[in-house]
């Protein structure tokens, strides 16, 4: 966004985004019909880059491009779109382009490119994959969605435990064709189960009698197939993993994940606890408007049969209110505090259940803790709010309700801001669907009925 | 946190979560005071899960582990320590112990572990380290704090650029102490200037007589030692690297950023986005209840005196909610709605700019869709809310002004969540500094004040 900065040879500007002048120089290209311009622009991009124009241009320059572009995509580009613009390019293209982009693509690549895609389409593509390909897909996508299985790659460069360091350099210098990424040297035992893995580095630098079983790494774990991929990147960022061997149910090799995957699950994964804790749907920038108001409606509905919920509240009290227009004018700041507290609290645990960092040794501290954060901010607020009540509207007693209502209030709202979250973990619901909306209401709730409640046994 | 799972032979969940059994055991040895069984129970953890449990148990229990535990420390485990328990840690260590764990790490550990330390305490553990080490780290705190200087390794493979694969091979299998990790071999030109890199894997499937210089990586991408390390993140993960060359000013390579560091940087750049978003300064879980308070009274003053300004705004139209109680009860349901669809804006808007997805070409798009979705979203909740309020209240009229603040809130929410961010942004200040407390008291008032504004002039 900062156009104030230097734009590198490549069009990026210094922090990696795509620069504001390559992106006009795109658009100007697009609009004079000149594809060998804009192929002199697109082809020093990364894929990446290239995705992220076709996701920044409009639809119809977006249109434009891909038809003077014609020929040149590649899987690459696909495998980097967004979902929602995939389909649309994918369908723009030619069933021959489209094979010849695909064909190029590793299978965990075509796996990802694969499982958005309605039956018919995913035969399309099947079937224009070699054989050995197509095999490996298809057995990708009978593992769950979202698991190991479908994130790992099937190359893999394996040898006998007991080799030395000389036979296994051998054997790697006469491979004609190694897979395009691979950092460590599995080890397995005569039944394909993984013993241990050597990094390339290691390998290079032991004499060639060392034997392999003595130069493995202590960070070695494996995979099981069926894990979430949540648990996957969880577990290469804890242990600081490069790869890791993915086994079936019997222990036996059946694949490798990488890091570069890793990292990106760990990125989607936290887009979505932060898109599920706001209460939007997951989409695309370049969706229409139409789509993104269908994925924000659903939590917009709850929120609004909650905030007639709170409603219902307030109307017990319309005789108080009646009498004191005063507390119609104050509560809305109990609400607020109590909402923001509330939010606060359920972050912080969302993100503490996402790093694994809430278990039974501490489940009940965390609890206790918050409970007394609410009560110690509440009773800060409760003294300032108390005091701002009384002078502005003359009112003592008003001043104590207001006060009362908020320790109440903060001291609910961080309490649900915890509780919540980890009950549903403990269900096995993903926590961050504990969306702030659902907690704010709970507060609006509670915070309405401390406050008027209060009110109307106090200065009634 | 679920127990129902079956823990593996090191006492993980098979999610990789501290087991509930092993914490259970860690805690008895801890109380029988045996250390022997304590050892026996750490020993074969990782120390990224020994962080964790001493995160988890209670202060009470950590300063017995520690003692139990004596002279087991290793710096490994500091390093993965939140920062907020690694300064009580370290303290209870005697000087040798605190030196020899120190000695252990990579340069570039040392540096996280040494950069939020007192000056004092710094020149403690420089002292311990052996010249070499003390030189690099100290070098390394000369780079801005968060930059690539800080983040990266400076042992290096390089090889001058013109050498074939067979040289390059037998200087490898010629070196002593190559780094513990590294994935490539960088060529330099006789300026140490980068030029190119290549995989281990691709230069070990290469014949002896190929010129490296034809086998390097695509991919290849040198970062400036100044650059940000969101930014480093993200480049990884945009362009799938695995390491990454750092460059002085001069273009000469300085060290190596490897993608675990990258992953990590990524993870925390994370963790900041969303507790900024909810107004929670960063910390831990094992923090003190006044030091947690402290770190969540900023946002809520913030909000305190948002909502004050939200109750102006409804004092000033206090005869009309004498004359209309409705009115009150209503109220809520407006700014709940408002604030809710502002959140919702925000979250994706931040989180679009974290991947650099808003700029020049589509900034302008965006903010049109998202003012249209609040515009669509506030006519689909005009008209069920109209209808309810009419039902509820046998006054058409109400109905219509509280649809009309509906539209209105709903919009101006939409546009506030999307345009915030992006302004500061371009200012330079973290967008997730706009946090939702800001973008729902805007909504606040703007909700009030539409709505009592309207009742006033239709219903009076």
Redesign the interface.
Known sequence: ???EQQENHDGLD?????G?RL??NV?EAIEQRDSVRLTQLLEPL?S??IA??L????AGQRRALLRLWKGEMEGEVLSELDESLREEVMESLAPEELAEAVRDLETDDVVDLLEDLDAPQQDEILEVLEDADRVAVEQALTYPEDSAGRLMQREL?VAPEHWTVGQA?DY??S??D??E???HMILVDPKMRPTGYV????L??SPRDAKMQDIVED?FRTI?VN??EE?VA?????????SAPVVDDDGRLVGVIT??D???V??EE??E???R????GEGS??DR??E??KR??P??FV??F???A??FV??QF?DT??EF?A???????V???G???G??A???A????AT????????W??IR?EV??GM??GV??AL??GV?GMLWFGMPMLGVVIGAALVINLLVASLAGVVVP?VL??L?IDPALAS??FV??VT?VVG?FAFLGLASVVLL
């Open positions: 966004m900062n156009t210094e922090d990696f985004a795509l504001d992106i006009d658009i990364h990446a880059d992220d124009i996701e920044q241009i409009s460069v350099i790697l210098r491979q004609q190694l897979p990424q691979f950092y990094t390339l580095g290691k290079l630098s960070s099981s894990q979430d648990d969880y577990a290469f960022n804890q242990y600081h993993l490069i890091i570069d890793a990292m990106a760990l990125d936290h887009e606890d932060m898109l804790l706001a209460g939007v920038l370049s408007v139409i993104t108001s924000r409606l939590w917009l929120t609004m909650a905030a007639i709170a409603s307030i109307a319309e209110i009646a227009v507390l119609a004018i104050l509560m809305p700041i609400a607020s505090m909402g923001n507290a939010t606060q359920l972050t912080v969302v993100r503490a259940l694994k960092d809430i278990t039974s040794a501490n489940v501290r965390v803790r007394l954060v110690v901010n800060v607020f300032v709010m701002i980890v973990d403990k096995g702030g909306a704010t209401t609006d309405f």
